[in-house]
């Protein structure tokens, strides 16, 4: 079909974007890229806001606040641990001194077992407690898992533990850095730690 010369025109002629929303659009463009020293970064920077700002500083006071309490419950974790340990290590010696029909003393280091003038002459410079009377083969422990702990007997220096049945009342008590631990028993009942020994230790600060 023949087409008119002006018709070829308007085909032949390209189309133009409109010269205003051109020119808007190289500006946005050219804005958005704008160079920085870091490389080309977004022209708008936004800053914190205030309650950004309180939210983290809140979760470093929470940070903070969790390590001073890992640190400060360390010690008492470690001698609950001791108490346990050692109260377990009482009622094994307890039997073995009933088993065996002799008598059998829990000493902490550097002291001397009950009845004795002189110790039973056994102690090792670096013990921190031994039991007197078990036969050695048994390899009973002589040392603390946490080697700052101490011990101390309340009213005497050392534990009776057999052969009779029925013992003495007695109480020793753990101390590790401020805290301390008490294990104690009525003479029937077994070994046990006293969980109010240290709360009340606690309360009397």
Known sequence: MPMSAHGSEILARPRRPA????AARVHQGAAALRPSRAGFVPAARRGFTLIEL????VLVAIGAGVVSLALRDGAATKLEEEGARLAALLEGARAESRAAGVPVYWVPGGGER??????????????????????????????????????????????VLGPDAIVPPQRVVLRLDDRRIEISTDGLAPFAVNPGADAAAEAGR
Do not use: C, I, K
């Not at 010269?19 to 051109?22: D, H, I, K, Q, T």
């Not at 009377?133 to 898992?145: D, E, I, T």
């Open 19 to 22: 010269p205003r929303a051109f």
């Open 54 to 57: 309180l939210v983290v500083l």
């Open 114 to 159: 009950p009845g004795s003038a002189f110790g039973d002459g056994a102690a090792a410079a670096d013990e921190a407690f031994r039991f007197v009377g078990l036969p050695v083969s048994l390899n009973m422990p002589r040392h603390w898992l946490e080697p700052r702990v101490s011990a101390q007997v309340v009213g005497g220096t050392g534990l």
